[in-house]
Every structure is written in structure tokens, then in C-alpha cells.
């Protein structure tokens, strides 16, 4: 006699495969209905491939003044793997889904009406790090970095200005904030 335990457990991690397949197509509302009524999102629903994929990325730049003129802005990107472990391991991947973690919560936590408080949360403190950790030359003297997010309209490439942070001046390769 199979064990009733383990026959509930499978029919139900069955039910909740098969509503999560199911909701990864918005099959309707009863799947809105139900998630509505389970906690902790226990339905998952990713859009990271067809029929919702996102259609925007996230990216950190970052400038440095020398002697009273702004470089060029600078891309963030800490690149993929090699393509033949890529499949199996990407760390690199990982980095820059941190990045753009970060980068989409400062808007946020930006402030109101002058408040800067945003300057202290934990997501702007950590871009700002990542950014002062990048190599640069010593006759650096301000840093400054921005959030844009790309994206492709119907013809031509759309550049969105999300953020951009404050100057911080530096001085022996760290930041005032």
C-alpha cells in the first residue's frame, strides 16, 4: 500500500507546477485569483523569455574630473564567461544582475524636495563603491556616476536618463559621500 503522506505531497507539488506553467502564459484571471490567495508568491511568473521578455536594460556609467574638465562616461560592465563553461557557470553574470539590482532601486529611494537621505541607502552606497573600486588615475579628483536604461524602439536604439548621482570628490581612491 503506497504511503498517503507522500501521494498528497506529489499531487500537490504537481497542481503547483502545473499553475505555475500555466501562469507563465497569463492564462486568465482564475491564475490572478489564486495567487491573490497564496502567500509569499508562491505562483512564480518570469519574463525573462517570450511571450514577456524584458525589453529594457539596466546600465551603470560613471565619469572622472581632472584638473576642472569631465573624461568621456565609461560603461560598467564586468563581461561573461568563456563561452564553453558560460552554460554551467557565469559569475560575471551574476555581477551585473547585481549592478542592475541596484541601479533600478535608486530611483526608489530617491528623495523628495531636496531631501538627500537617498544618499544613504544601502543600493547607492554599493554603486558608488563599485564604481570608486574601478581603475582610474591618480589626478582623478571628482567621480560621478549615472543610470541610463537602453532599450530598441520600433527603428533606432532609446537611451533613458534614470539617474543621475551627485559629484563626490576623491581623495586617496575614496569618496565623500
Not at 572622472?64 to 553574470?93: C, K, M, V, Y
Not at 563626490?168 to 565623500?176: E, G, W
Request: aromatic residues 10%; glycine residues 6%; charged residues 20%.
Amino acid at each position: 500500500m503506497p504511503n498517503l503522506r507522500l501521494f498528497a505531497l506529489g499531487a500537490v507539488l504537481t497542481a503547483w507546477w502545473g499553475i505555475s506553467v500555466c501562469n507563465q502564459f497569463r492564462s486568465g484571471a482564475w491564475t490572478a485569483r489564486i495567487r491573490r490567495h497564496l502567500p509569499l508568491g508562491l505562483i512564480p511568473l518570469w519574463t525573462f523569455f517570450a511571450p514577456n521578455p524584458a525589453r529594457s536594460d539596466t546600465r551603470l556609467i560613471w565619469r572622472e574630473e581632472r584638473a576642472g574638465q569631465w573624461d568621456d562616461w565609461q560603461e560598467l560592465h564586468f563581461g561573461f564567461a568563456a563561452a564553453r563553461s558560460r552554460w554551467l557557470i557565469n559569475p560575471e553574470l551574476i555581477l551585473n544582475k547585481a549592478v542592475t539590482d541596484l541601479a533600478t532601486s535608486i530611483p526608489r529611494n530617491r528623495g523628495e524636495d531636496g531631501d538627500r537621505s537617498y544618499l544613504l541607502s544601502s543600493s547607492y552606497v554599493t554603486l558608488l563603491r563599485i564604481v570608486l573600486d574601478q581603475t582610474r588615475e591618480n589626478t582623478c579628483s571628482s567621480i560621478q556616476f549615472a543610470i541610463v536604461r537602453t532599450s530598441w524602439g520600433s527603428e533606432a536604439r532609446q537611451i533613458d536618463l534614470i539617474h543621475v548621482s551627485e559629484v563626490h570628490q576623491v581623495t586617496d581612491n575614496s569618496a565623500d559621500v
